[in-house]
């Protein structure tokens, strides 16, 4: 059963800290992602990769970075969390849209950050 | 700018009443990806279905049906006798074709089926 994985589902941290959520994909995916969701505001992208030790930023990218040192590792680096960064955090891959009909996003079950 | 808009903030309905959440997009692109995901409680998003810019036939899976219109930026999600097992968050996205492998989310429609 092909999956991705987050290591953590809950998570607590304390302001300032820095913060390290771990995503695992064993699909041979090329891209991965990293996703916020809040309430009223839906999926909004923080980083993605497209290939190993390559990122580009998303939407949110501000106090955020991430590392992608092997294809199936891609972690999101929370430098000096805050408050403000509390959320769910969610995790994908995919393989790149020019193959269509394999193309599509397999997510993890997300992580839920508190930041106090 | 590519945007998907669900207006719809949160549903609720008795159990065996149809359903309709509603998805409308926004893209200057002429090829281009819908998708519907389902978010249950447990958090994972569920892939549902996926339809292309070329193909507005409907499409009827079980108690699911879609209805893609391209001549109103529409891609409606219906839930025929609803049950629920359906309540969830649904999320409509939309992807440009072939420049990005980009993933565009509305904001969700939060369904809740009552016995």
């Known amino acids: 059963d092909v999956k991705v994985t987050q290591s953590s589902r809950y998570l607590v941290k304390r302001t300032g800290e820095k913060v390290f959520l771990e995503c695992v994909q064993d699909m041979d995916h090329e891209n991965m992602f990293w996703y916020r969701q809040d309430p009223g505001l839906g999926l909004r992208l923080i980083y993605f990769s497209y290939d190993v030790k390559m990122k580009e930023k998303g939407d949110i990218p501000e106090g955020y970075s991430v590392s992608r040192e092997k294809k199936e590792r891609f972690s999101l680096i929370l430098e000096s969390a805050s408050t403000n960064q509390t959320s769910m955090y969610l995790c994908?891959?995919?393989?790149?849209?020019?193959?269509?009909?394999?193309?599509?996003?397999?997510f993890g079950s997300g992580t839920r950050l508190t930041v106090v | 700018a590519q945007k998907v808009t669900q207006a719809q903030t949160e549903i609720s309905v008795v159990e065996k009443e149809d359903v309709t959440l509603d998805c409308v997009y926004e893209?200057?692109?002429?090829?281009?990806?819908l998708f519907w995901y389902k978010q249950p409680p447990s958090g994972e998003l569920v892939f549902l279905i996926r339809?292309?810019?070329?193909?507005?036939q409907n499409e009827i899976s079980g108690r699911y049906s879609w209805n893609f219109q391209k001549s109103t930026s529409s891609f409606n999600f219906t839930i025929t006798a609803s049950q629920v097992v359906d309540s969830a968050v649904y999320f409509c996205?939309?992807?440009?074709?072939?420049?990005?492998?980009?993933?565009?989310f509305g904001t969700g429609t939060r369904l809740q089926v009552f016995p």
């Open positions: 996205a939309l992807i440009q074709s072939y420049n990005t492998d980009k993933l565009i």
């Open positions: 339809r292309n810019s070329f193909d507005e």
């Open positions: 994908a891959s995919s393989l790149p849209i020019r193959y269509p009909r394999r193309w599509g996003y397999t």
């Open positions: 893209t200057r692109d002429t090829t281009y990806y």
